[in-house]
């Protein structure tokens, strides 16, 4: 993935797939914690684990070779959504699975205003359970105050590891242009191109194809 560059169709299927697993995951493993809450939720009530699943099994599905990049948007903003009703109907601790949204976006969307604007509504979703205080506020405000730094945090590393990793990337990927192109010299081949977008693998490919039939 190039930073100037959209996704192409494996990493969107690679990272609609991701969020639906981390979807069923994360749905499955509130069910534990949910047990010991006081007072216990109705039976009922876990079945929106169950929605949980259901949602990521539908992302499993999709054919994201086929859907525009900002598609993806729809995997953090569904998972928020989620999170925020555990947060305020059955515990606000709930509120910590959006560290798990926040580095996933930080990784997945590309564009930094779209990036901005996701972690925008991270910060609103994460306040919500502040309209809904059915304990002290102070104590509301503590477990936002302990997410939000946490979020933040987290999603910038990734983003920072995530563009370096990117940076180093595109250096190879100039270094492997270079050296296809004078072995293509050396071939006899036509005059090389060292733009960085060519397709390093169908180069290789028909070098090596051109080594195998001889002069």
Same mark, same amino acid.
């Given at each position: 993935m190039h930073a100037d560059e959209g996704l192409n169709a494996a990493d969107r299927k690679r990272l609609g797939q991701l969020g639906g697993a981390l979807m069923i995951i994360g749905s499955l493993a509130a069910v534990p914690a949910a047990l010991f809450l006081e007072p216990a939720p109705d039976p009922v009530e876990y079945l929106g684990a169950l929605a949980g699943v259901a949602l990521g099994a539908i992302l499993l599905v999709v054919r994201w070779e086929g859907v525009p990049d900002r598609a993806l948007y729809v995997v953090p903003v569904i998972a928020t959504l989620y999170v925020t009703i555990a947060a305020v109907v059955f515990s606000d601790d709930f509120g910590f699975y959006q560290v798990l949204i926040g580095v996933y976006t930080a990784y997945a969307e590309k564009p930094r205003a779209d990036f901005l604007a996701l972690m925008a509504l991270f910060t609103l979703a994460t306040l919500a359970p502040l309209l809904f205080v059915d304990e002290t506020f102070s104590e509301q405000?503590?477990?936002?105050?302990?997410?939000?730094?946490?979020?933040?945090?987290?999603?910038?590393?990734?983003?920072?590891? @995530?563009? $370096?990793?990117?940076?180093? +990337?595109? +250096?190879?990927?100039?270094?492997?242009?270079? $050296?296809?192109?004078?072995?293509?010299?050396?071939?006899?081949?036509?005059?090389? $191109?060292?733009? +960085?977008? +060519?397709?390093?693998?169908?180069?290789?490919?028909?070098?090596?194809?051109?080594?195998? @039939?001889?002069?």
């Open positions: 405000a503590h477990h936002i105050l302990v997410i939000l730094p946490v979020l933040f945090i987290s999603a910038a590393v990734v983003r920072y590891l @995530r563009g $370096a990793l990117t940076k180093r +990337e595109r +250096e190879y990927r100039h270094f492997a242009l270079e $050296a296809v192109g004078l072995a293509e010299r050396i071939r006899g081949g036509g005059p090389a $191109a060292t733009d +960085e977008h +060519e397709d390093v693998d169908r180069r290789l490919e028909e070098l090596a194809s051109r080594t195998r @039939r001889g002069p």
